[in-house]
């Protein structure tokens, strides 16, 4: 067993952190262009504001912020992150962009970055390592111990469908609408540990399941689980891994508001978990919701019915505007509530913006125009 | 030599002629599709061989073809027959440099002054070393060795574009080649229509020549290449974006730039780059930056390579020109990798070296640019010009080489994805 997952590192409970991976451009056709590890080779930068990564390929780059108490503070370091990727990307003619996926890349063109752990992917997983240039965002809870990040790692999956449907931003792949809000997920579904967490009672019941798939050879590390939430012993966190990344910073703070504050609900209420039942409609629910966002069906196994999506999204957030506001944080919840009263996505927009303009080389330098647009700051200025 | 081997058949023609009246005369040269197409088959089949074969890139096997088959070795391509395929060459050659045009972003140079630093001394260094070997080294008077600095100061758009393509590079080391390349040979077409203007002001009886003739060039090259971009983005913009149409368009008014160039006489690679330049700054709505060139473009490059290797003038040879042409290449190898070494813009030390072996490359314009040049003063002009004609002559075979050694090096053409990372 691996010392790191043997260990459940301390971490300050509901402490945050995000990871967005991002979209590396050429600003002559917005197709994805190879330029991560030159890139990174350039940036002036000391971290003040979180780290900035390889990912595994070239047209990709991956930031993460600090752990930070409060979502202000996760806000305001993605906008210094954004910052500095702007101007470093610019030196470099790249264009830095959101979304989930990349409308129109040729996967075989990807490129797959130098390094041991990468490397290792290609050789394992062939053309998926390609086909992987997807771009997900990643929120990091703190956890007090390893029991309470399975807990947690069980007790949030019924609301996995309710992150994917907010920040659903990959309608497009391959230069054609798959008619999903968020087709990320499908490339994701090809690895062989993707999917939800098994039922597991502890730390050590986790420990019981991890060593077991390592005598099998499925698994060596804790990278290798796919899973949409999974416990990070060495960051000592849980981590919710199904949401695309959104088309702006501020949806992504937003999102880790709601992850914030629905980890604070589900630890002060505690509720029952059932989650066998869960685990039986947890693969249809996240379809309904990658294909339909807001307007999914969502099968509830208790009550053996389907409520929308839309309204147990929005009955969500007026569940969690007492413990967003002892976490300063409603105003954050105020920006999904209002996508959910409109009803417009960050798909929805992509394909708002396909209409308008009849080709993806200007949908995706709209998109890149939005990622890094200060317009909407003074929204994060207002709350920080 | 062809003469020799179809006498036969001319005269079993003649005698049949004499029977069956409808016989047209015995065709004395090839029907310029009919050479068109030869020179096509013979330059793709070395290529494809030398590509192979040795790995190398496509271009040489061109450049080989058109010299093996070309008037200096054995003559199956006449100098008449040069003449007729030009207008097809000059296409080529202008369509590749409207592609370089258009990969010019100026943008890049305003978010990131180390490469403004870069490219200025790339350019005055080049021009500044060439200059002084050919004057002082050489001995060749100021205006022709101005001349010899202009022709042979830029790296090779076309040579390089086809690399790049070829071996289907990206990354920073391709972009900054792709960019100092367009750049200098922005530097070198102004530099270019100066010494227009001082070999006038050398031999010409009237001075009016070296005033107006300069600023034909120029001025004429601005009109023609402004009026055709203005056309193409004005049509464009009422077809949908990177549709078939567009590329049409794209394509017809730049054979319409071809042509009125060469009514003219303005240098059709000037005008092809400045209409290029002109889209890439002038087209806010994107109309047709995502419009690619047809594939096609690939066999017009194959008759320009041919072409231009059937017009050195190896006969002229002689050994001391040689070492002369390989001194000059020293010295504008050095000045070139220094000053990019000197100011990289991000990049690491080595990559930068990358940048300056992947500019080297001297092709297709410096050889046309030389002709236009020597073709003002021909009885002078062309034993002037021998100097850099040579260097081209030698850095057609190996430029293309060292462009791509310099991408491969890099880790950014498509087969080198194996050796992760190249250069660090």
Not at chain 1, 308 to 334: H, M, N, Q, S
Not at chain 2, 262 to 288: E, H, N, Y
Request: aromatic letters at 8%; a neutral charge; glycine letters at 8%.
């Amino acid at each position: 067993m691996n010392p790191a997952i043997a260990v459940f590192s301390h971490s300050e409970p509901l402490t945050l952190g995000v990871e967005l991976e991002l979209q590396l451009l050429s600003p002559r056709d917005f197709d994805l262009t190879r330029g991560a590890t030159d890139l990174l080779g350039s940036i002036d930068y000391d971290g003040h504001c979180g780290a900035i990564k390889l990912e595994i390929t070239e047209s990709m780059i991956e930031v993460s912020t600090l752990p930070q108490r409060q979502v202000d503070g996760i806000a305001a370091d993605l906008l210094g992150l954004r910052q500095v990727l702007v101007r470093d990307c610019a030196r470099n003619h790249i264009v830095v962009c959101g979304g989930g996926t990349h409308p129109f890349h040729h996967w075989p063109d990807r490129r797959i970055c130098p390094g041991e752990r990468f490397d290792e992917m290609s050789h394992r997983y062939g053309y998926l390592a390609k086909q992987f240039t997807v771009f997900g965002q990643h929120i990091h809870v703190g956890c007090t111990s390893g029991d309470e990040a399975i807990w947690l790692t069980q007790a949030l999956g019924p609301y996995v469908p309710i992150f994917i449907a907010l920040s659903a931003s990959s309608p497009y792949v391959d230069g054609v609408d798959t008619l999903f809000q968020s087709a990320r997920l499908n490339a994701v579904s090809a690895f062989p540990l993707s999917g939800q967490c098994p039922e597991l009672r502890d730390w050590a019941g986790f420990i019981e399941h991890f060593s077991f798939l390592q005598s099998c050879g499925i698994a060596r590390s804790i990278k290798d689980l796919y899973w949409d939430i999974r416990p990070k012993p060495e960051f000592g966190t849980v981590e919710i891994r199904v949401c695309d990344t959104p088309l702006t910073v501020e949806r992504a703070a937003a999102l880790a508001a709601l992850a914030q504050s629905l980890v604070h609900h589900l630890l002060r209420t505690r509720p029952r978990l059932d989650a066998q039942g869960h685990l039986q409609v947890a693969r249809y629910n996240k379809f309904q919701a990658c294909r339909y966002g807001f307007d999914a069906q969502i099968s509830d196994p208790v009550g053996r019915r389907q409520i929308p999506l839309r309204t147990l999204a929005r009955e969500l957030l007026i569940l969690l505007a007492e413990d967003a506001r002892v976490l300063g944080c409603w105003p954050w919840l105020e920006l999904l509530d209002a996508a959910l009263i409109t009803g417009v996505s960050d798909a929805d927009w992509l394909r708002g913006r396909q209409a308008r303009h009849g080709n993806l080389n200007d949908v995706v330098c709209a998109a890149a125009r939005r990622f890094s647009s200060t317009a909407s700051e003074a929204v994060a200025g207002r709350s920080r | 030599m062809f003469s020799h081997l179809t006498m036969p058949v001319r005269v079993a023609w003649e005698d049949l002629q004499e029977r069956l009246f409808f016989l047209p005369p015995f065709p004395d040269e090839l029907d310029p599709l009919a050479l068109f197409s030869m020179l096509l088959v013979v330059g793709l089949l070395v290529g494809e061989w030398l590509r192979a074969t040795l790995g190398w890139p496509k271009v040489i096997g061109y450049v080989l073809a058109g010299t093996l088959f070309g008037p200096s070795v054995l003559g199956w391509i006449s100098i008449e027959a040069l003449a007729q395929i030009r207008p097809i060459a000059d296409a080529a050659l202008g369509i590749l440099m409207l592609e370089i045009g258009r990969r010019l972003d100026l943008r890049w140079l305003r978010d990131n002054h180390e490469l403004l630093r870069a490219t200025l001394g790339e350019i005055t260094l080049s021009f500044a070393t060439i200059f002084l070997f050919a004057w002082a080294v050489v001995g060749l008077i100021p205006a022709w060795a101005a001349a010899a600095a202009a022709v042979t100061m830029a790296s090779a758009p076309a040579v390089v574009l086809l690399t790049v393509e070829e071996s289907g590079a990206q990354g920073q080391v391709t972009e900054r080649i792709i960019l100092h390349t367009a750049l200098s040979a922005a530097a070198s077409f102004v530099v270019f229509a100066v010494v227009v203007g001082v070999v006038h002001a050398e031999y010409s009886e009237h001075w009016a020549n070296a005033v107006v003739h300069p600023l034909w060039v120029v001025v004429g090259g601005l009109i023609i290449a402004w009026l055709m971009a203005r056309i193409a983005l004005l049509v464009a913009a009422l077809l949908p974006k990177r549709s078939l149409a567009q590329v049409f368009i794209l394509a017809a008014t730049a054979l319409l730039a071809v042509g009125t160039a060469r009514m003219l006489a303005v240098p059709v690679f000037l005008t092809l780059f400045l209409m290029g330049v002109i889209l890439s700054c002038t087209d806010r709505q994107k109309t047709l930056s995502y419009t690619h060139l047809p594939e096609g473009h690939w066999l017009l490059a194959i008759i320009l390579f041919v072409v231009v290797g059937a017009s050195l003038p190896w006969p002229d040879f002689t050994w001391l020109i040689g070492l002369q042409a390989i001194g000059l290449l020293g010295v504008r190898a050095l000045a070139k990798i220094a000053a990019l070494a000197w100011a990289g813009g991000g990049l690491t030390g080595a990559k930068r070296v990358l940048v300056g072996i992947g500019i080297q490359p001297l092709s297709a314009t410096a050889v046309f640019m030389a002709y236009e040049i020597a073709g003002l003063y021909p009885e002078i002009g062309r034993s002037s010009l021998s100097l850099p004609l040579f260097a081209a002559a030698i850095m057609e075979l190996v430029g293309p080489a060292l462009c791509r050694l310099a991408l491969v090096r890099a880790g950014e053409t498509v087969d080198t994805e194996k050796s992760t990372g190249g250069v660090a």
